[in-house]
């Protein structure tokens, strides 16, 4: 099970880091990834990490934004978001998946957070 949160409420700018916290195993060896959904729009991925190397991978819209990064022992991984927009206002969600590689389709994760709420005001 994952538990998302450390969404709310932003300026333009601003900064926020949201965490999703697995009970239960979650193998350093699997990806972890985010996806976001705006009001009206599909889900899209955000930012993904690869299980045992780490490397990561990233929408062209929050490159260079927001940083993705993980803490095995905790079982645990965070999403920095630095330099908000108003754009960035979406339901974030947390997945893990059992393949080592993220991919930036929700077909490839199979564990799924709940979602924490995340608003830019202009």
């Known amino acids: 099970q994952l538990q998302a949160y450390g969404g709310g409420l932003v300026q333009a700018g601003g900064s926020l880091r949201l965490s999703c916290a697995a009970s239960?195993?979650?193998?350093?060896?699997?990806?972890m990834g985010w996806f976001r959904q705006a009001p009206g729009k599909e889900r899209e991925f955000v930012a993904g990490?690869?299980?045992?190397?780490?490397?990561?991978s990233y929408a062209d819209s929050v490159k260079g934004r927001f940083t993705i990064s993980r803490d095995n022992a905790k079982n645990t991984n965070y999403l920095q978001m630095n330099s908000l927009k108003p754009e960035d206002t979406a339901v974030y969600y947390c997945?893990?998946?059992?393949?080592?590689?993220?991919?930036?389709?929700?077909?490839?994760?199979?564990?799924w957070g709940q979602g924490t709420l995340v608003t830019v005001s202009s």
């Open positions: 239960g195993r979650i193998f350093s060896s699997y990806a």
């Open positions: 990490i690869r299980g045992n190397v780490g490397s990561t």
């Open positions: 997945a893990v998946s059992t393949f080592s590689s993220p991919r930036a389709t929700m077909s490839h994760f199979h564990y």
